[in-house]
Structures are given as C-alpha cells and as structure tokens.
C-alpha cells in the first residue's frame, strides 16, 4: 500500500460515504447539493465511495444532474475545500475525466490522511473488505478491468442506464439471497490492509451500518460509516486533532440525525418560517404517533388534506419492506437481508398519498395478514430503519410541508416537528376498528390479541421503540370521530402549542 495518495487532515475535515445519488431522480440529489453548499469553508471532503447510485462514463456528466453535481463539486474547489473521492462499487469508472471537471480527485485503492497530531487513517470504500463472497468478487475483477472501463468511457447515455438498471436488479437480487456472513466485511483483511498501510485507524463505508471499534485489543481503530443520512454518517477532524462523529449531531452511536442538525445530513430540512405558532409555514411538520389502529393514518389524511399538506405514511413505508421481504421469501428474522431490501426498494408516494414500490402500486398488498404478522420484526432491525428514516426525512425535504404518522416519528425521524401528538385508544377500540376495515367482525377477539402482540414488540424493540414524546399532546380517541380528532388537532395547532 506503499502507492497510496497520503493528504493531511486539518480540522474540519469531513468524511462521507454511501449517499447513491441517481442524476434523474430529485429524490436525494437536490438535498446534497444543498449540503454541499453549507460544506463550503470545510478544508477537506473525503468520499468513501457510491457517491452515485450508478456511473457508466461522461455521458452522464451531460445530464441535467450531472451538471448540477459537477457544478458542486468544482464550486467546493474553487471555494478552497479539497475533495477526494474514492469510487465504490457503484461508482468504479470514476476517473480522470470526471476528476477534471469537477476539480476533485479519484483515488480507485484508497488514500491515507494524516491527522494533525501525526497519527495516519487508512479510507476505503470497503467492498474489498468482503473476501469471503467469492462471486462479487470475480464480478469486482471483471467490471474493474481494463476493457470495460474503456467501454464505460464511451457508452451512449441510454445504452448506459439500461446497463445500469440491469446491473442493479441483479444486484438487488443477489443481495437478498446471500448469507449475511459471506457478505460481511471481514475483520482480518480490514486488521491486515491497516497494517500494511501503518495506519492506526481504518474508515470505510460500504456495509451502510455505523460501527467504531477497535479491530483487536490494543489494535487498529475501525469506523464504518452510516448511509448518508442515517446514524452515524458524517465523521469530523475536530479542533484537536480527534475523528468522530460529527459534533451536534448525537455523538453519531445513538443519533438517528435529527432533522435540525447541521451539516451532519444531506437531508435536512430548513427551519419553519414564522415561528411556531398556529400558522400553517412553509416546511411545517406536524407529526403524530401512537399504537396500531389507533387511527394516526385515518387522521393524518383528512388533517393534510385540511391543511393542504402532504400526507407521510411512515408505517406504510415498513410495511412495503415487508411485503418484498415475504416476496422474496427472505426470513423476516435475517436482519441483514431485510436492510438491504430497505436500502435498495423503490418507494415513493403519489399526490394522495398512496405508497409505490419499485413503481408498482403497493396497496392493498402491503395491508394483508401476513405483512401485519410480520411488520413489526421487520422494522425492529436496525439496518430497515436507518434505511427508511432517511427516505422519510428526503420526502419531506421534497415537501413544502407534511402530516407524518408511524411509531417514532415524534421521537426519532421528526424530533424537532413543529406539532406532535400521540394518539392513542384502548386495544379493543382498535381491534373494532381494523374489524370494520377488513370487513370481519367476527374475527375483533383474534385482531385484538394481534394488536396487543404488535404493542408489545413495538414498544420493546432495542431500536426505537414506541413511546410518547414528553411534549406531544394525548388525544385518546376512543368515542371520537375522525372529524373530532382532526378539529381537536387544528386547535391545538392554532393555539400555538408547540404539540
């Protein structure tokens, strides 16, 4: 690892990885060049690879959002911050060309930074940490030889995504079949490339997952980087010389990245004009919380509308994972398989609201039995979270405001919301609730023990768990209708509650 780019690490510096921009979808692109703008004044940005969700050649650099990207990055160069990307998986035939025109550089092995007190980091992307998944890495081989990168240097831009699109589906496919063990990044090849490049800390991404450890007692230090804009995802060269989490943002091992952080996520969101009183500002969220069937969905639904918002269904979102989980007939239990259908799936929402996946309509699939049987130990792993939080917080970046509703959203993907309300009901109430919905109310007695069961495994799971936020106001519901619901809401939003 002798050939490796060494670069100093001033204070400052900030280190990314995993953020799979796709150039034709607003969807996350819009956000990070906003980041990207707040990013200027930081000395150095280092890229851990997948910057983009694919790359085929320059043709790209032509599109709309190849320009705006280069755009970006040449605009952080010129401004005096230092970008260095090394290419992932996805991104791999980044090279000389793209490296020129958006005034950064392109290191395919990895580079080492040197902190200011002298110690050396050793960045990869981290898919070469993967030495026990043969075929990804005969397939690594292939795409990285010298042919297809002279291909990929010429393909027409169509000819390009087509390839892509395939490349992907046969990825997201192989992903989901394979054992988690032999996709995992291997301890010893990452402890052995430590040593060799004589780096006391090794950074990479790749896995999606935050982790920070030390790779054997007394050994090299390991940080794997979070998906961009989830825990754990922006490291920091503080004013002394450490690299950690970036400051403010929750230390990054039990952040979720609220909404407000600075710098910290691609998707935050501004801060509401016009305080936060009762009237309805631009990029106002106002969200809700509370057990199944206690009819946050209903609500949320009829509230936007009112308000002329945009309505977020959080638990559609789990529930859309779950359903190509039982597709695929992947183990509900296999946490890692479960994340990287969260990470790779499709969802969007339509103007009223209703969930696509992969573009296909996901209603009324994602509400049948089996989904609800599952759902629950589906979104307790902690990989679907962090996965789908961050599309939550990108939608409503997206949005000029929004009425969310799920589990957490209270505590964990909107924090900072401008309303929040817990809404709540006995079991029973709700069990004749979702009765009625089914069209079954001969079946309340099993649909309540159903509830009960999902209550418990949402409020005990290790990851987020069911709880009220201490300044969300309580509407028990029980006797209520939609439309009381809904008037108690607005009035609690006019009185200028903070909610």
Same mark, same amino acid.
């Given at each position: 690892?002798?050939?490796?780019?060494?670069?100093?690490?001033?204070?400052?510096?900030?280190?990314?990885?995993?953020?799979?921009?796709?150039?034709?979808?607003?969807?996350?692109?819009?956000?990070?060049?906003?980041?990207?703008?707040?990013?200027?004044?930081?000395?150095?940005?280092?890229?851990?690879?997948?910057?983009?969700?694919?790359?085929?050649?320059?043709?790209?650099?032509?599109? %709309?959002?190849?320009?705006?990207?280069?755009?970006?990055?040449?605009?952080?160069?010129?401004?005096?911050?230092?970008?260095?990307?090394?290419?992932?998986?996805?991104?791999? /035939?980044?090279?000389?060309? *793209? %490296?020129?025109?958006?005034?950064?550089?392109?290191?395919?092995?990895?580079?080492?930074?040197?902190?200011?007190?002298?110690?050396?980091?050793?960045?990869?992307?981290?898919? =070469?940490?993967?030495?026990?998944?043969?075929?990804?890495?005969?397939?690594?081989?292939?795409?990285?030889?010298?042919?297809?990168?002279?291909?990929?240097?010429?393909?027409?831009?169509?000819?390009?995504?087509?390839?892509?699109?395939?490349?992907?589906?046969?990825?997201?496919?192989?992903?989901?079949?394979?054992?988690?063990?032999?996709?995992?990044?291997?301890?010893?090849?990452?402890?052995?490339?430590?040593?060799?490049?004589?780096?006391?800390? /090794?950074?990479?991404?790749?896995?999606?997952?935050?982790?920070?450890? /030390?790779?054997?007692?007394?050994?090299?230090?390991?940080?794997?980087?979070?998906?961009?804009?989830?825990?754990?995802?922006?490291?920091?060269?503080?004013?002394?010389?450490?690299?950690?989490?970036?400051?403010?943002?929750?230390?990054?091992?039990?952040?979720?990245?609220?909404?407000?952080?600075?710098?910290?996520?691609?998707?935050?969101?501004?801060?509401?004009?016009?305080?936060? !009183?009762?009237?309805?500002?631009?990029?106002?969220?106002?969200?809700?919380?509370?057990?199944?069937?206690?009819?946050?969905?209903?609500?949320?639904?009829?509230?936007?509308?009112?308000?002329?918002?945009?309505?977020?269904?959080?638990?559609?979102?789990?529930?859309?994972?779950?359903?190509?989980? /039982?597709?695929?007939?992947?183990?509900?239990?296999?946490?890692?398989?479960?994340?990287?259908?969260?990470?790779?799936?499709?969802?969007?929402?339509?103007?009223? !609201?209703?969930?696509?996946?992969?573009?296909?309509?996901?209603?009324?699939?994602?509400? !049948?039995?089996?989904?609800?049987?599952?759902?629950? =130990?589906?979104?307790?792993?902690?990989?679907?979270?962090?996965?789908?939080?961050?599309?939550?917080?990108?939608?409503?970046?997206?949005?000029?405001?929004?009425?969310? =509703?799920?589990?957490?959203?209270?505590?964990?993907?909107?924090?900072?919301?401008?309303?929040?309300? *817990?809404?709540?009901?006995?079991?029973?109430?709700?069990?004749?609730?979702?009765?009625?919905?089914?069209?079954?109310?001969?079946?309340?007695?099993?649909?309540?023990?159903?509830?009960?069961?999902?209550?418990?495994?949402?409020?005990?799971?290790?990851?987020?768990?069911?709880?009220?936020?201490?300044?969300?106001?309580?509407?028990?519901?029980?006797?209520?209708?939609?439309?009381?619901?809904?008037?108690?809401?607005?009035?609690?939003?006019?009185?200028?509650?903070?909610?």
């Amino acid at each position: 690892m002798s050939s490796l780019v060494r670069v100093p690490l001033p204070p400052g510096t900030l280190v990314i990885a995993d953020l799979h921009l796709d150039l034709e979808r607003e969807a996350g692109l819009g956000a990070f060049l906003a980041w990207a703008e707040r990013a200027r004044g930081a000395p150095r940005i280092v890229v851990l690879g997948d910057l983009f969700e694919y790359w085929f050649g320059m043709a790209q650099a032509r599109s %709309a959002g190849g320009r705006r990207v280069l755009a970006a990055l040449a605009g952080l160069g010129a401004a005096g911050t230092a970008v260095e990307i090394v290419p992932g998986n996805r991104d791999f /035939l980044l090279g000389r060309a *793209f %490296a020129a025109a958006a005034r950064c550089r392109v290191h395919p092995a990895g580079l080492v930074g040197r902190l200011p007190g002298g110690a050396d980091v050793l960045f990869l992307h981290g898919d =070469e940490l993967a030495t026990l998944d043969r075929g990804y890495r005969r397939l690594r081989r292939l795409l990285r030889a010298a042919p297809v990168r002279l291909l990929g240097a010429h393909l027409p831009a169509p000819l390009g995504r087509a390839l892509a699109g395939r490349f992907r589906r046969a990825s997201r496919r192989a992903v989901a079949r394979k054992p988690p063990a032999i996709a995992a990044l291997q301890r010893g090849e990452a402890r052995e490339r430590a040593r060799r490049a004589g780096a006391g800390t /090794l950074v990479c991404g790749h896995a999606h997952v935050f982790r920070d450890e /030390l790779l054997e007692p007394g050994g090299p230090r390991w940080i794997v980087l979070g998906a961009f804009g989830t825990r754990g995802d922006v490291l920091e060269v503080g004013a002394a010389g450490e690299l950690g989490p970036r400051a403010g943002s929750g230390g990054g091992w039990v952040d979720l990245r609220p909404p407000s952080s600075i710098l910290g996520s691609p998707f935050s969101l501004p801060a509401p004009a016009g305080g936060r !009183g009762g009237r309805i500002s631009p990029r106002m969220i106002i969200a809700l919380d509370g057990p199944a069937g206690s009819g946050k969905s209903t609500v949320a639904a009829r509230l936007a509308e009112e308000l002329g918002l945009a309505a977020l269904d959080t638990g559609a979102m789990y529930r859309a994972v779950a359903w190509v989980v /039982l597709a695929r007939k992947i183990p509900p239990a296999d946490g890692s398989a479960c994340a990287a259908v969260a990470r790779e799936v499709r969802l969007d929402f339509d103007e009223a !609201g209703r969930i696509s996946i992969d573009g296909a309509p996901g209603e009324p699939g994602i509400r !049948g039995p089996a989904v609800t049987r599952c759902v629950s =130990e589906v979104a307790a792993h902690e990989g679907v979270r962090a996965a789908i939080v961050a599309r939550q917080r990108e939608i409503a970046g997206r949005r000029r405001g929004i009425v969310a =509703e799920g589990r957490d959203t209270t505590t964990v993907v909107f924090p900072d919301a401008d309303h929040k309300f *817990f809404l709540n009901a006995t079991s029973r109430e709700r069990a004749r609730r979702r009765a009625l919905q089914e069209g079954a109310p001969a079946r309340i007695g099993a649909i309540q023990r159903e509830i009960e069961r999902r209550d418990r495994l949402d409020s005990t799971r290790a990851i987020a768990p069911l709880r009220r936020a201490p300044e969300a106001i309580v509407i028990e519901t029980d006797g209520l209708t939609v439309d009381e619901v809904v008037a108690r809401i607005r009035a609690a939003i006019d009185a200028g509650g903070r909610g």
